[in-house]
Each structure stands twice: as structure tokens, then as C-alpha cells.
């Protein structure tokens, strides 16, 4: 069974279900994407997405007009696999065509391109045996970038609030829940870590205080203090 978190933007909320591997994932059309194969090769109880990330993938699924392999989908940040700011870890990037011809990637890719859905394609020469694109959302907390997870702070919510949250607790900064939303025992935690780091403790996570949680945590493992 997995726990997984949907974030709604349109109306602002998160959405939990509990489904099992061969459930399909919430909002994907036609049981074109199922659990397994969002989770990839994570072993997290936990997974998130939103529903904008699903919407994507519909309408790529349906110009290309035939199933498309899920190579990599989720992780989560101390799982580690990307970069330290990757779209995997907020649970809205895929990587996908892994076991077909390059014919056939170029055709996935042609059509995600097409949709104008997704926040970013990737160039054929950074992913020559894969098709990667994925739905990022907000605005960047560093400046001139469009990569990067956005500014979050109180009362904020989203699957980057997610990241936050999982990068606190598994640092052992315990926010005491991981449910995608900003709140006191979120913004202590994020205070005491930039306090340790020799940054401004503002509780606000912008552009400097991602960079060092995302340095510290991505890749570090399961810890003790990680919540699921």
C-alpha cells in the first residue's frame, strides 16, 4: 500500500489516498499510469504528485496514442538519484522510453511538446536514451533560473512543502508530520536548521536556504527521524 499526496492548485489543497501498486494513479486517464509505475525506484511508503503533473501526462498519452514506459517518476530528496534541485523529488518529472528505439523517444518527446503542458522538455543531447519532461510550477526563489523550487513559508502548500518537510526530518530538524503544509512546527524546524547554517532565520525558505538544505539532504539515505 502507499500513502500518496495529490496537490490540487486550482483550489489550493492536498488530497490523500491510500492505494495499492496496481491501483492507477488519481486524475491519470484511463489507467494509462498505475502506482508502481509513478513510484519507479523508490521504496518510500509516501508519494506525491498534483494534479496539473497528471493532466500533462494525459494529454501526452493521448497525442502519442500508445502506452509509454515509466522509467524513473518519484523519489524521495534523501533517496537521492537527481540533482538537488530536481522536479522528481516534488513528484512532477518523468523519465520515460527507456526501453524503446530512439524513433520512438523522439515521437513521446514530439508529442509532450506538442501539448505546451508540460513546464520543460528536455533536449534530445542531455537525454539521449530517455524522454524527460516535467510540470514545475511557481516561480523559482533563485533569480535568473527557471529551475529550482520555488519561495515557501507559512501557510504555504504544495508538493515542495513536501520536500521542505522531508529534507527538516530527515536532517533531524523535526517539522512532526509531512503533509505538504506550512505550518509552526515547519517554520521552527526551518529556523533552527538556518540558525545552524549560519543563515538568517526567518523560517522563510528562499533561494539560500534551499541550496544549503538540498546540499545537505539529497541522497543521505533514510535516517531515523524521517517521517512517513
Request: charged content about 20%; proline content about 4%; glycine content about 10%.
Amino acid at each position: 500500500m502507499a500513502k500518496l499526496y495529490v496537490y490540487d492548485a486550482y483550489n489550493n489543497k492536498l488530497l490523500k489516498y491510500n492505494l495499492s501498486e496496481n491501483d492507477p494513479m488519481p486524475y491519470a486517464y484511463n489507467n494509462t499510469m498505475r502506482v508502481r509505475e509513478f513510484r519507479g525506484s523508490s521504496n518510500s511508503p509516501t508519494l506525491w504528485t498534483t494534479t496539473t503533473a497528471m493532466e500533462a501526462w494525459n494529454l501526452t498519452r493521448r497525442r502519442y496514442g500508445k502506452g509509454i514506459y515509466i522509467g524513473y517518476a518519484f523519489k524521495r530528496i534523501w533517496e537521492g538519484g537527481h540533482g538537488t534541485a530536481s522536479q522528481h523529488y516534488a513528484g512532477v518529472s518523468f523519465d520515460v522510453g527507456q526501453n524503446t528505439t530512439s524513433s520512438e523517444r523522439l515521437k513521446i518527446r514530439d508529442a509532450a511538446v506538442a501539448t505546451k503542458a508540460w513546464g520543460y522538455v528536455e533536449p534530445i543531447s542531455m537525454t539521449p536514451t530517455w524522454v524527460h519532461f516535467d510540470r514545475r510550477y511557481g516561480k523559482p526563489a533563485c533569480p535568473n533560473t527557471t529551475a529550482g523550487y520555488p519561495t515557501v513559508r507559512r501557510g504555504s502548500k504544495s508538493t515542495y512543502v513536501l520536500i521542505l518537510q522531508d529534507a527538516l526530518n530527515a536532517l533531524g530538524y523535526s517539522t512532526r508530520t509531512l503533509d505538504g503544509i506550512f505550518g509552526a512546527n515547519t517554520e521552527r524546524a526551518l529556523k533552527a536548521f538556518q540558525s545552524s547554517v549560519g543563515l538568517t532565520a526567518d523560517g522563510i525558505c528562499g533561494c539560500n536556504s534551499w541550496k544549503k538544505l538540498t546540499a545537505a539532504s539529497v541522497g543521505i539515505g533514510r535516517t531515523s527521524t524521517v517521517i512517513d
